[in-house]
């Protein structure tokens, strides 16, 4: 069944509006497009590493800022602005992000790399809330939020593969993010096809809907459970040089990663109505505080191997649940629109806190404070299930 067909058996279930199969399948591969980057940032970082145009410690800069630049601008465009004119503002940030995309082929200093890539983040996070505003109107959301995950890691897959292959092989990180900006002025197709004007969400209170303890403590407990990926994964080449793992095969283990992280994403497609959201975000937390528990007690190869491919699975397979959380924590969905800044400070985030921890050449706190930020993450989720418990239904 394609995403267009479950799209269509999905209308009618829409608390505002009603868009077509067509229609959501256009949003979701819009919100897409703005992270195609995560997918793509070991392919694309690496290179300009390797080529020599930024050191280490100005990749990490590169990276970080256009993380905390999606999160920012998706979370600017879901509460500032109106959900109008959709395809013309799709529009608008997709030849925005192609610019973006095109001036970093061309940066000539770390400095315009850093600028470069701020922008791109910034139209990237608008592009996700493309996405987010439709999927926060659907009476299913963390269905249509699976969906959107499969989506968008199945094109940073296929992408991957094509840049790795092809664009970066011929013409070096400078073809690759020509392509990726060819692959964004394409998707101007998709932006002529999305709901024009989305009906209108209850939410004249705006940012008062998420200065409540229950959708505060929610989105602190995405927060910090996406602390614990972004840690383990910034820092995975050095934490298995450390165990005498070399770095071709972490580079194997995170292809691999990418490939667990589509089955957990459609596992949790499948699964997201038979479990019920409490269970899965604490079951998933213990299983990520003892696999980043045994990063730090110095595995063997095949356990190393194992873990990482379990941390792939769990990363996307959480996102529908948490977005049931933030639903059940605020019925008028506003906190839904913040899911993704939620989750993607906490990616930008958890590699500066664990870097602060770093001793010399030893990295084992790193997977230590991931331990730490995941069991964070369930004892918010206990926090967020008392008061919610407390709250008369609506």
């Not at 290179?47 to 998706?74: C, F, R």
């Not at 910034?122 to 987010?132: F, S």
């Not at 995950?149 to 292959?165: G, P, R, S, Y």
């Not at 580079?251 to 990663?257: E, Q």
Request: charged content about 10%; overall charge negative; aromatic content about 8%.
């Amino acid at each position: 069944m394609t995403v267009t067909d479950v799209a269509q058996a999905e209308n009618g279930d829409w608390l505002v509006g009603n868009p077509t199969g067509l229609q959501l399948a256009s949003a979701l591969w819009i919100g897409s497009v703005g992270l195609l980057i995560l997918g793509l940032q070991p392919v694309l970082l690496g290179a300009l590493y390797a080529e020599g145009h930024v050191t280490g410690d100005e990749l990490a800069l590169v990276a970080t800022a256009e993380m905390i630049a999606i999160a920012i601008g998706s979370a600017i465009v879901a509460m500032l602005l109106p959900a109008r004119n959709m395809r013309w503002k799709s529009a608008l940030l997709l030849v925005l992000l192609a610019l973006a995309n095109f001036w970093t082929a061309y940066a000539g200093s770390p400095n315009a790399l850093i600028g470069a890539r701020t922008l791109a983040g910034l139209a990237e996070g608008g592009l996700v809330a493309v996405a987010t505003e439709l999927i926060a109107r659907s009476r299913r959301a963390e269905r249509i939020g699976g969906y959107f995950v499969t989506v968008q890691t199945l094109a940073q897959c296929a992408l991957a593969l094509l840049l790795a292959l092809c664009a970066v092989p011929a013409a070096g990180s400078a073809g690759g993010f020509i392509a990726l900006g060819i692959v964004c002025l394409l998707s101007l197709v998709a932006a002529w096809i999305v709901p024009d004007d989305y009906a209108d969400l209850p939410k004249e209170e705006h940012l008062s809907n998420v200065l409540t303890v229950p959708a505060i403590a929610a989105l602190l407990s995405i927060f910090c459970y996406f602390m614990f990926f972004g840690a383990v994964w910034a820092f995975l080449e050095p934490l298995g040089g450390e165990f005498g793992i070399d770095g071709r095969t972490v580079g194997l283990m995170v292809s691999a990663s990418l490939a667990a992280q589509v089955v957990g994403a459609m596992t949790a497609t499948v699964l997201e109505a038979r479990i019920d959201y409490r269970f899965a975000i604490a079951g998933i937390g213990a299983v990520a505080a003892i696999s980043s528990a045994l990063l730090a007690s110095g595995p063997a190869l095949s356990v190393f191997w194992a873990v990482v491919l379990v941390m792939g699975f769990i990363l996307l397979f959480i996102v529908p649940y948490q977005i049931r959380m933030a639903i059940t924590a605020d019925e008028t969905r506003t906190a839904v629109l913040l899911v993704p800044a939620a989750q993607l400070f906490g990616l930008a985030i958890g590699p500066i806190a664990a870097s602060l921890l770093i001793d010399g050449e030893n990295f084992r706190p790193v997977p230590e404070f991931a331990a730490a930020s995941a069991l964070a993450s369930v004892a918010l989720l206990g926090v967020f299930v008392l008061v919610a418990r407390r709250r008369v239904p609506a």
